[in-house]
């Protein structure tokens, strides 16, 4: 459904509740009246979820440049368990860097007050209290910025617009060594390398894990080569050691892969232009010219590097010998499913470890252990799907992780697992098919490093490496399974009208230059619960029906949508990309509802 000049709907802002509090307020609790006279920006995220990071960098310029008029609130709505726990919540946003107030909302009061299906979701609300928009995933900013100089402009002349500071009270910072560190290298001198990612450097430490020999990087958030005091990082991750000595390193926030010499502490850029990857770019070329998108981990593996490019659910590769990139597997579309890398889905892909036959992946938001083979074919070892994660240890079909983050290859052939939000270390053994606990009482673990008999865990919200002897018995602990905790949608068996949402923003048009602008993929898991209405076209509206025999099941949408600046006279115009996947679970009874609507920007008239 689309309409290039939505008129302005007046629907009143549902209060904001959140059973954990506010953060970043000085202990000040708010209410929507409280803010009345600002415009406000709800920023619907979890800390799980890979574009919800890349909102939030891309709501920091539009913060800064209206800090007078406009009040960002992050509303944290947690999919996993883990996500409950206030104490992770409140290190995810010094983790994250988040610079506006948090309204912890563990049980989704507020996610089902707005009715919001996705995260990220943004929702808009004026200086006089209403709703004025909002909008599904990532690349809205521009379209939020104009929607706000227009507020602006409507309010003060209304007088009904409050300039002034807003409610952001930073944190005290914390004098600890390392600051959620993210990934670790063991050096061939012995000593470890560091991601600090919040620090926004590399660190060396030496063989004791414990005592700072040097720091790469000015500490602050940039995009500059040079010397270790002159080069700057953006929340670096992965790391991996080539064949000359260099460590190439993931540095996610800035979307690229930088080099640093570990004799002279010099960094340079191999991979990346600094930009996001999104759906038209290139996904090949010249390694400095082609974009890439929140890369998180690397390993080199068949004489190339490998790249968990988390941002768009893909593996690449780096090619050293002609500094070029490619897309190696995944389609962009998240979920798990196995087969040619072409042909394959995964979830945000964090963690990566290489042995002579097979690349181990974490797959983090499916909570799987997969792997690719020399030949580039995906498969999966333990893990379900977007919906299903625990902890349960046995045989791998019914085994159960949290969210892992990081994959360690041990030297009898069997895997080591961060399973990063069970805050536990695990063990997947591919000659027996038994996923076993070698270590519980971690905090966030994020990578492990082999040392001889013992595993060196990056502990992420400890802020520290913890070296622990491999056990020979695995720890036992009590089974646990969860499902994800958006509550399923009830819809009537049969017909079901599905309508993607989608507004052009003010001054803009849809993009039809090249062809259709928009672009719309259902399926649905199992797919039996689909009789009708699966596969790609170009209309957002369409007609599924649903078989009355599959109970319950989860429909995967996904949406996209151009536009461009509506201005004859230029001859090139600002174009913009809209993109979100939502994964809905549905359950049918006859008094269900026979038409879902998902809002990917805009607002729903109906």
């Not at 808009?124 to 004025?132: A, K, L, M, S, T």
């Not at 690349?359 to 499916?366: G, I, K, V, Y």
């Not at 994800?484 to 009537?492: K, L, N």
């Not at 003010?506 to 009708?532: C, F, H, I, M, N």
């Amino acid at each position: 459904m689309t309409d290039s000049a939505p008129r302005r709907a007046r629907v009143r802002a549902p209060e904001l509740i959140g059973k954990g509090g506010w953060l970043n307020t000085g202990d000040q609790q708010y209410t929507l009246a409280d803010l009345r006279g600002r415009i406000v920006v709800l920023d619907f995220w979890t800390f799980c979820c890979i574009n919800c990071l890349h909102v939030l960098d891309e709501l920091r310029e539009l913060e800064d440049k209206h800090r007078d008029t406009v009040v960002v609130i992050g509303v944290h709505s947690p999919k996993f368990v883990h996500e409950a726990d206030h104490q992770a919540v409140v290190d995810a946003v010094e983790r994250y860097g988040v610079a506006h107030p948090v309204l912890d909302d563990p049980e989704l009061a507020t996610w089902k007050q707005y009715a919001v299906r996705a995260w990220p979701t943004l929702v808009v609300i004026d200086p006089e209290g209403y709703v004025v928009a909002q909008h599904a995933g990532e690349g809205h900013a521009h379209a939020i910025e104009r929607l706000v100089e227009e507020l602006e402009a409507e309010h003060e002349a209304k007088g009904t617009l409050r300039r002034g500071d807003g409610p952001y009270v930073p944190p005290e910072p914390e004098p600890t060594t390392l600051r959620f560190p993210g990934k670790a290298l063991l050096l061939p001198s012995g000593n470890f390398l560091v991601s600090d990612t919040t620090r926004h450097q590399l660190v060396e430490l030496a063989e004791d894990a414990e005592t700072v020999l040097r720091r790469i990087g000015t500490g602050t958030r940039g995009f500059a080569d040079g010397g270790p005091e002159q080069a700057s990082f953006n929340e670096p991750q992965g790391l991996a050691l080539l064949d000359d000595g260099s460590v190439v390193v993931a540095d996610t926030v800035n979307h690229a892969l930088r080099r640093l010499d570990t004799a002279t502490g010099e960094v340079t850029t191999l991979a990346g232009t600094g930009r996001q990857w999104w759906q038209g770019s290139a996904t090949s070329g010249p390694a400095r010219e082609v974009d890439l998108s929140s890369p998180w981990d690397v390993a080199v593996f068949g004489g190339k590097v490998w790249i968990a490019m988390a941002g768009v659910h893909q593996l690449w590769t780096y090619d050293p010998a002609d500094s070029t990139v490619a897309v190696a597997a995944g389609t962009t579309n998240e979920g798990l499913v196995d087969g040619p890398g072409a042909e394959a889905w995964f979830a945000q892909p964090s963690g990566l470890a290489a042995t002579a036959d097979r690349l181990w992946l974490a797959d983090s938001e499916t909570s799987a252990l997969r792997w690719v083979d020399t030949d580039g074919h995906v498969h999966t070892a333990v893990g379900t799907g977007l919906f299903d994660f625990g902890h349960r240890d046995g045989a791998a079909e019914q085994a159960l992780f949290q969210h892992p983050l990081g994959v360690t290859a041990l030297p009898d052939g069997s895997v080591a697992v961060a399973d990063t939000y069970n805050h536990a270390l695990r063990r997947y053994d591919p000659a027996t098919g038994e996923v076993t606990t070698l270590a519980t009482d971690l905090r966030e673990p994020s990578d492990a490093v082999l040392v001889g008999e013992d595993i060196v865990v990056v502990e992420s919200a400890r802020h520290r490496l913890t070296r622990l002897r491999l056990p020979e018995e695995a720890v036992r602990v009590e089974s646990v399974a969860h499902r994800t905790r958006r509550a399923a949608t009830e819809v009537a068996p049969g017909r079901l009208r599905l309508d993607v949402i989608f507004q052009a923003p003010a001054g803009q048009k849809l993009d039809t230059r090249y062809g259709p602008s928009t672009r719309l993929l259902v399926s649905a898991t199992p797919p039996e619960l689909l009789l009708k209405g699966d596969g790609a076209d170009t209309d957002l509206s369409r007609e599924l029906e649903l078989n009355p025999a599959v109970p319950e099941g989860v429909l995967h949408v996904s949406a996209m949508a151009a536009s461009c600046d509506d201005d004859p006279a230029n001859e090139y115009p600002a174009c913009h990309v809209h993109q979100q996947d939502w994964g809905v679970p549905l359950r049918l009874t006859a008094g269900g509802t026979d038409r879902l609507p998902l809002v990917l920007a805009g607002m729903d008239e109906q």
